[in-house]
């Protein structure tokens, strides 16, 4: 199974690089769509389905941490994970994008192999890239 990812960064450079270091993970990636800024991603979000979003919080227009409150208030995109990438590693950074929505926050420099594991963590895959299958007896079912 391979996955649609959103890349939200105000900079062409850091969105390849981000792309790049996602491919060379070993992560599976199907689409990879960009953006740059929160109000350009709720765009590219309205034409194309994705399973997981990474973004920056230093955006002009409008910038990670209010893309994220954007998402969490529509019902149609508040479950899309989001792991934000940023150069700002504080704790209180860390802790106001997680309180906005991030379901992880990376801090840059990163490795590939952060990478794909906090990706991987944030769609419920297991270390494979795939979903783990439902080891419940079907006759356990009441439907």
């Known amino acids: 199974m391979s996955f649609n990812v959103l890349i939200v960064d105000d900079s ?3 969105r390849s690089v981000i792309k790049k270091v996602i ?28 399973d997981v979003i990474v973004s920056d919080i230093n955006m002009p227009e409008m910038n990670g941490l209010e893309l ?26 860390m802790h106001e994008a997680l309180e906005a929505g991030a379901k992880e926050f990376i801090k840059k420099p990163f490795l590939p192999e ?7 963590n944030v769609i419920g895959v297991g270390s494979d890239g795939e979903y783990q299958e439902d080891r419940r007896d079907a006759s356990s079912l009441d439907f």
């Open 114 to 120: 952060d990478i794909r594991r906090v990706l991987y």
């Open 68 to 93: 994220l409150k954007a998402l969490k208030q529509d019902p149609l995109y508040q479950n899309i994970p989001t792991i934000v990438i940023s150069t700002e590693g504080s704790s209180e950074r």
């Open 12 to 14: 062409g450079a850091m």
């Open 23 to 50: 491919a060379i993970s070993g992560f599976k990636l199907d689409q990879c769509i960009e953006a740059g800024n929160g109000r350009e991603a709720l765009e590219k979000l309205k034409q194309n389905w994705v």
